[in-house]
């Protein structure tokens, strides 16, 4: 009988998967399939821009509204989640490759919309950074010397500048020339962090458990390094205090445009939990600051722009030190 059922459970979710994509249309099935797209963004008039590595962003085609407004009402139905008037957005993983979505309709966008980033199939070195001149020896070695020293890391960027990947590739280092038996909690809103570490925990946050309560958790699940994927809300405070009570050496990503605005950005999200600017408890948590940025003079669009040192917190100026 349990046969039987799993086996009826994975035809209807096969049926309705065929059903998704039959909605989005050949060319976005198509850009789904390319390694080249890493983005696919539907906009409420309708366009379909695509962000390609080799050839940036450009408009690809046009989804008709109702396949736009359906494809994400079952979508919403196929993962157990209200999408309606009251509730009109949507942030969940594809069921075809883990693509991570956000959607929007009225009343938030004039008419359906949504954006697909797709995940890394590939984790790329920190050598791969060198070769392409995104980053400098000298960042490489420090960006070495401080995962062996088990510094806190925040990397900060803009949207799309390409944090997580870097994150990853970070990660990979880590897994290559640290200790093999630390214990490695990932947190994250969608899993797109990869670790190759063997003793490595990844929790996601859902609509029933926040980022708060996962690293609530996470303190309760004996960590050596807490990774989280991205920092967006009042949990920067948890954060802090798990960085900073025992379990150095975290990896984080957060909006932000260089190392001040990172760190003034962390305290605003801090503060959201209704304390006062953690001023001291950042100083002393946060490590290193790296900022990627777009770079579209640059071969490959983007580059590790600063990376900073925090000195501390003067009571008035937080102080930092540009080192790679």
């Known amino acids: 009988m349990g046969e039987h059922a ?36 539907a906009n409420p008039d309708g366009s379909v821009w695509l962000e390609s590595r080799s050839k940036g962003m450009y408009k690809a085609c046009d989804i008709g509204r109702a396949e736009a407004q359906n494809f994400l009402l079952q979508l919403a139905r196929m993962q157990g989640l209200f999408l309606n008037a009251k509730s009109p957005y ?58 062996i020293s088990r510094k806190n890391m925040l990397v900060s960027g ?56 996962l690293l609530k958790i996470a303190m309760r699940s004996r960590p050596d390094r807490i990774l989280v994927g991205e920092v967006r809300d009042g949990a920067a405070l948890d954060l802090l205090k798990s960085w900073n009570t025992g379990c150095p050496g975290g990896i984080a990503t957060i909006h932000a ?30 490590d290193v600051l790296i900022n990627v940025v777009r770079n579209p003079n640059h071969a490959a669009g983007r580059e590790v722009k600063s990376i900073s040192e925090m000195k501390g917190f003067n009571g008035k100026n937080f102080e930092f030190k540009h080192v790679a």
């Open 6 to 41: 799993t086996k009826g459970d994975g035809d209807q979710l096969s049926l309705k998967t065929i059903f998704l994509k039959k909605m989005l249309g050949k060319q976005i099935c198509a850009a789904l399939d390319d390694d080249d797209i890493t983005e696919i963004m």
């Open 257 to 286: 445009n260089s190392a001040q605005s990172s760190v003034l950005r962390l305290i605003s999200l801090a503060q959201e939990a209704n304390v006062p600017p953690p001023n001291a408890l950042v100083a002393e948590t946060v």
């Open 90 to 147: 949507i942030e969940t993983l594809l069921p075809f490759h883990g693509e991570r979505l956000e959607g929007t309709i009225v009343p938030i966008s004039t008419r359906a919309s949504f954006t697909i980033r797709k995940p890394a199939k590939t984790v790329y070195p920190l050598e791969d950074y060198l070769e392409k001149e995104i980053m400098t020896h000298a960042q490489h070695d420090y960006i070495a010397e401080a995962l």
């Open 158 to 213: 803009g949207p799309g500048t390409g944090k997580t990947t870097f994150s990853n590739a970070i990660i990979k280092k880590m897994s290559e020339i640290c200790d093999q038996a630390q214990r490695i909690l990932i947190l994250e809103d969608t899993a797109e962090l990869q670790c190759e570490m063997p003793n490595v925990v990844s929790m996601t946050t859902s609509q029933a458990v926040s980022m708060t309560t």
